[in-house]
Every structure is written in C-alpha cells, then in structure tokens.
C-alpha cells in the first residue's frame, strides 16, 4: 500500500498512530479492534450523536435467514433470500418505524447489491423514503471513506456458495473490516448465521460468534430487573468481571434496603452498580477490598 511504501522511509519513532475512535457504536467496534488492530484503538464516540433506532437493541444485530446461491450470467453471486429480506428491513425501518438516520446496504459481491438496489428502486414508497435517507446499496469499496447511522450487511454466503467467491472472502479480510465500520449507530447482518460460523473464513466465523454473544449477554442482562432482585447476587453476563467485594458489598446493600442493578450497561460503559431514585441516578464502582 502507499501507507507500507511510506512507512518504508522513515523511522519507526516518527510515527504517529491515530488510536481514538469517535465514529462508531463501542458493539461495532470493538470487533474490528480485536480482529484488525491489535487492540491498539481507543473508543472515543459521543453517543448523544448517535441516531439509535431501539436502545434496547445491542450495536450488531443478526437476522439469521437461509438462502440459497445463485450464479449470475455476469458471475458474481446472489442470494435472493437475502435480497428480499433487506428489502422487508429497509421498508420496516424508514416506513413503520420512520427512521430520520441515514442507512445504506453494503455487500461483499456486485451482484447482491445491484439485486438489493433494484428491489428497493421498483417499490416506489420505499424507494421514496430511501432517497431522503441518502440510501446507497453498493460493494465495499464505493462505501470508502463514507458512512451511515444504520448499514445493513448482506454477505451472501449460504447454500451453494462458489468457491471462487469463497476465496475471494477469504484474502479479503481488509474489505469486511471497511464495510462494518461504515456504521455509526446499528450494524444489521442479513445472514446465514450459522453457515457464516462454518465457512473456514477465520474472521467472518469469529465475527458471526462475536455477534451471537452480544445478543446472549442482552437477553440475560433484559431479565435482570429492579423488582426481581433478591438478596443473591444474580446471574450477570459477565461474571468472571465480578469480584467478591462486589458480592459482599451487594448483600449488604440489599439487606440495608437499596436496590442496585449490578454489571449495568451504559453505552460503552460497563458500571458495577446502578442505583435508581425515581428520577436520579447514581453509578457504584467497587475497587478492591
């Protein structure tokens, strides 16, 4: 790359790494930290500046949809599931939910894209509503350098799956990390989940568990309510981060009469306890004994 070439010519010390992250949802990425960055990005986004369609819903959702692969006249792939399946999204989010965010659809392959592109087109209302969105259905590298409130991603992979297009995943790793940090607020992956996890394409697999677990830790962290605590400390997604003090300190809390919501989520924040009074809140951290 020009970056490898210039790099080539000066001294390691003259470097200067550009750590802070202020684009997206902490969900999105930390992903791309782990997998492409070596954990060197620091997240810096201002989550006022998000346009969030449900703030209930993590960073990265997956609708997990079978297909099957089809092989065009001009090569590439396509995956007609999919392609309607984004079309219902797209009409679900900027229709029934009247999203005022920008949204666009990024996909690996040409052919996806041009399908996905050509559904929304002929529906006139969407198509309508997409324009206002500055909606763009289109490959990876049309997406460089840009950005939307929502992506959503259609990876095509399923049934049938060429091999060429396989490859082609597979070297290719630098054009997936572009494509999901194009979004700022929600990551939308339309997927065969579990063929994704099976693929061999190390970080496509890594990513589609990656994304599995956040929807896991959700789902436990949503049955933890403020009526339903106990004098036990309960059941937390991430229980290797909780200390026994945290324990103490919560029993004797409760036995005091103060309710606290432990290992609460606060944008990319994991806090230890959240104590709420009618409208004021307070965060506790425990350090140490």
Known sequence: SLFGLAHSLIENESLIRLVDHHRSHAHIIEFSNQEFYEERLRVATNYDHLKILNANETGITWIDIQGNVLRPNSGSALNNNEAKKVHELLKDILINKSYTGTIGVVSPLRAQANQIRKL???????????SQSK??????????????????????????????????FKTNGNLFNVAITRARAQLIVVGDLQYCKDCGVGYLSRFAKYASTLENKNKKAEKIEMKNLTL???EVSNSEL??????????????RGFRLMPQFQIEKFTVD???VSKERK??????GE
């Open 232 to 234: 036990t400390y309960p």
């Open 273 to 275: 306890f959240l104590m």
């Open 282 to 287: 307070l965060v506790i951290e425990i350090d």
């Open 120 to 130: 929304v087109e002929t529906d006139k209302e969407l198509s309508l509503a997409a």
């Open 242 to 255: 909780v200390s026994e003090w945290e324990k103490y300190f919560y029993k004797n809390a409760f036995k």
């Open 135 to 168: 909606f763009i259905s289109d490959t990876v590298h049309k997406f460089q350098g840009d950005e939307r409130d929502i992506i959503i991603f259609s990876p095509v992979m399923s049934k049938n799956f060429p091999e060429s297009s396989l490859h082609f």
